[in-house]
């Protein structure tokens, strides 16, 4: 079983999140869509670009693989308008989840990232709410509080909007069995 840190990835009032927004110098009214994962085909983040102009992605990609990414791809994202792509390291990766609005996993196919996304469990455990496909252990959070799968990509923007306009108080509820002391207590058993 992983972990996630839900010390460091904790919720925010949203005054600290309209400030981290001013850090980040994205508007602060601004519906902001997170991805962090490797910049290539097979995790799906292409979909990423279908996105309605209303909202703002923030892309982080993989500083470990960056000479794998590619290079079509991260062109586009650079085109897209409403578009923060930062490919090298963030200290502070917490703020950006808690800034953002939704953090959105499209990954599909298997081999294209880890059973239990960490990206998945640091936003829910910021308590973002999260739109993902059912991917890996992902389904084990099918009916929980703040996350909404995907069906279909045909109707993405739809989906997302449904997905940042759901009130959700508890999606950190979710993950607070991957909380690393648990993760331990359960390897130690």
Same mark, same amino acid.
């Given at each position: 079983?992983?972990?996630?840190?839900?010390?460091?990835?904790?919720?925010?009032?949203?005054?600290?999140?309209?400030?981290?927004?001013?850090?980040?110098?994205?508007?602060?009214?601004?519906?902001?869509?997170?991805?962090?994962?490797?910049?290539?085909?097979?995790?799906?983040?292409?979909?990423?670009?279908?996105?309605?102009?209303?909202?703002?992605?923030?892309?982080?990609?993989?500083?470990?693989?960056?000479?794998?990414?590619?290079?079509?791809?991260?062109?586009?994202?650079?085109?897209?308008?409403?578009?923060?792509?930062?490919?090298?390291?963030?200290?502070? !990766?917490?703020? $950006?989840?808690?800034?953002?609005?939704?953090?959105?996993?499209?990954? $599909?196919?298997?081999?294209?990232?880890?059973?239990?996304?960490?990206?998945?469990?640091?936003?829910?455990?910021?308590? !973002?709410?999260?739109?993902?496909?059912?991917?890996?252990?992902?389904?084990?959070?099918?009916?929980?509080?703040?996350?909404?799968?995907?069906?279909?990509?045909?109707?993405?923007?739809?989906?997302?909007?449904?997905?940042?306009?759901?009130?959700?108080?508890? $999606?950190?509820?979710?993950?607070?069995?991957?909380?690393?002391?648990?993760? $331990?207590?359960?390897?130690?058993?």
């Amino acid at each position: 079983k992983t972990g996630v840190d839900t010390k460091k990835f904790t919720p925010v009032e949203q005054n600290k999140k309209l400030s981290l927004r001013k850090k980040y110098n994205i508007d602060e009214s601004a519906k902001v869509i997170l991805h962090i994962g490797h910049l290539n085909e097979g995790r799906n983040i292409q979909q990423l670009l279908n996105l309605s102009d209303e909202y703002f992605v923030v892309l982080i990609t993989s500083t470990l693989t960056k000479n794998e990414q590619d290079k079509q791809l991260k062109d586009a994202f650079l085109k897209r308008e409403n578009t923060l792509l930062i490919d090298d390291y963030v200290e502070h !990766i917490e703020e $950006i989840y808690q800034l953002s609005d939704l953090y959105l996993f499209p990954v $599909i196919e298997s081999g294209h990232c880890i059973d239990v996304p960490l990206s998945v469990l640091e936003a829910a455990s910021c308590g !973002i709410p999260v739109l993902t496909t059912d991917y890996g252990e992902i389904k084990a959070f099918k009916n929980k509080e703040g996350f909404s799968y995907i069906s279909s990509f045909e109707n993405l923007n739809e989906l997302v909007n449904s997905a940042i306009n759901e009130k959700t108080n508890n $999606i950190r509820n979710a993950v607070l069995d991957y909380d690393w002391n648990n993760a $331990i207590d359960f390897l130690s058993r």
